[in-house]
């Protein structure tokens, strides 16, 4: 069967491929090439290169569709590797509460947080749940997301934890963006249980389910102050992996309590938050290879200490970013969280760029190896998955932080959104 031409952008000002390895890189730790293009055939990268090359192997005029990209930036499509975006009901006025003072913890301990959610989640149906998803990604999708992943964990029961799932699965069916779906079935304790009580369900009567709905692809618990004990959270990843779903782990977020040891010791794909982690913590996970996903929109939200990217990409961690979009943390653009990484954990923009593309990808076991393998860049095979940015630089990704930069957005080698 002939390869299909689907695609070729072209005399793009700048083309980031992705991580530097070594080959054609610049001292920012990137590799791109300047007035150049990208060929697509049958939905993956076939080239990458200057612009007159590339015209000449993959003639435009030959492609299902062509780009000019004349003075703009060509960027891997972002992956957001931590979300709960699956959601219902509105929790603007606790944000107004933290203004006046009130803590995370103490909105918990009167019902409110998480705990509101759930409530709303539960009297939601699972279409309600599906179309405000697919709205959320709609606006991702336009900040150049292409690939997401979303947590349930507003049910904290075996029936609304599968309906979320569903609702995922759903919108993963009618939209471009991939959803990633995790179980987290142990983001909170229900009230009026205790946590040991709790996560006897968790892991014997709503994990089963989730496997045998074979949605889910990863397992995530909340192991912090006010919500599993490192005890409580080994049995709960313990049992996800018996049925099949990968590790993740909510660590050293609220305090200190030995979440990011566990993601180191049960071998997880990711330890998330990480604001308190140790420099012992960090030298675990790199020594287990879990990559540290960052979130400092939650930090910008809670008005906190940010992680200490720094001290990760130091070590050798491969530091993740995402936006942690949920009813408390309200921002669903990948640029924006870059932005917050530069100027809250002073990251480069470059730096900033692979951690929001290559090392989430990472993070959500896509590829092998270091720059995420296949998701999140522009290597040759990779998915044709990218945007491309109205301005001369992916710099201007984390500078241009009051405007929406993407102008249009391919996934699979189809252009999906036009700004």
């Not at 409110?112 to 999708?141: N, Y």
């Not at 369900?201 to 889910?216: H, M, N, W």
């Amino acid at each position: 069967m002939t390869p299909t031409l689907d695609l070729v952008v072209h005399d793009a000002r700048e083309v980031v491929v992705g991580p530097d390895e070594n080959e054609n890189g610049d001292d920012d730790g990137l590799r791109r090439h300047e007035n150049a293009g990208i060929a697509v055939v049958d939905g993956r990268v076939a080239a990458v290169g200057p612009t007159n090359e590339l015209r000449r192997a993959y003639p435009p005029e030959n492609a299902r569709e062509s780009l000019d990209a004349t003075g703009k930036t060509v960027v891997p499509g972002f992956v957001d590797a931590h979300t709960h975006a699956c959601f219902a009901g509105d929790r603007s006025d606790e944000f107004e509460a933290k203004l006046r003072g009130a803590s995370y913890g103490e909105l918990l301990a009167q019902g409110g947080g998480i705990l509101r959610t759930v409530r709303a989640v539960r009297e939601t149906s699972t279409r309600e749940l599906t179309a405000d998803l697919l709205a959320h990604l709609d606006v991702m999708l336009a900040h150049g997301t292409t690939t997401v992943e979303v947590k349930s964990g507003y049910g904290l029961d075996t029936e609304t934890e599968l309906r979320m799932l569903r609702a995922m699965a759903d919108a993963d069916d009618a939209h471009p963006v991939d959803v990633v779906p995790t179980f987290m079935g142990a983001h909170a304790v229900p009230q009026g249980r205790t946590g040991d009580d709790y996560v006897e369900d968790v892991v014997c009567e709503q994990l089963p389910a989730v496997a045998d709905q074979g949605i889910a692809r990863f397992c995530d618990v909340f192991c912090d102050e006010g919500a599993f004990t490192p005890e409580q959270s080994r049995r709960v990843l313990d049992a996800g992996r018996d049925h099949g779903l990968t590790p993740k782990v909510h660590a050293e977020e609220l305090a200190h309590t030995g979440g990011a040891r566990l993601a180191s010791q049960v071998e997880a794909a990711s330890a998330d938050h990480l604001l308190r982690a140790t420099a012992a913590d960090v030298e675990a996970l790199v020594d287990a290879d879990v990559v540290p996903v960052l979130l400092p929109g939650t930090a910008f939200s809670l008005g906190g200490d940010y992680a200490d990217a720094r001290a990760m990409l130091d070590a050798g961690a491969p530091a993740a970013l995402a936006t942690d979009f949920n009813p408390n943390c309200f921002a669903r653009s990948m640029p924006f969280a870059m932005t917050l990484a530069c100027v809250g954990m002073r990251l480069t923009p470059a730096e900033a760029l692979v951690a929001a593309t290559a090392h989430a990808a990472r993070a959500l076991d896509f590829g092998a190896g270091p720059g995420g393998g296949e998701r999140g860049t522009l290597r040759e095979d990779a998915p044709a998955d990218l945007a491309v940015v109205d301005a001369p630089s992916h710099t201007h990704l984390a500078y241009d932080f009051d405007v929406n930069r993407v102008e249009r957005v391919v996934k699979g080698g189809e252009v999906v959104h036009r700004d």
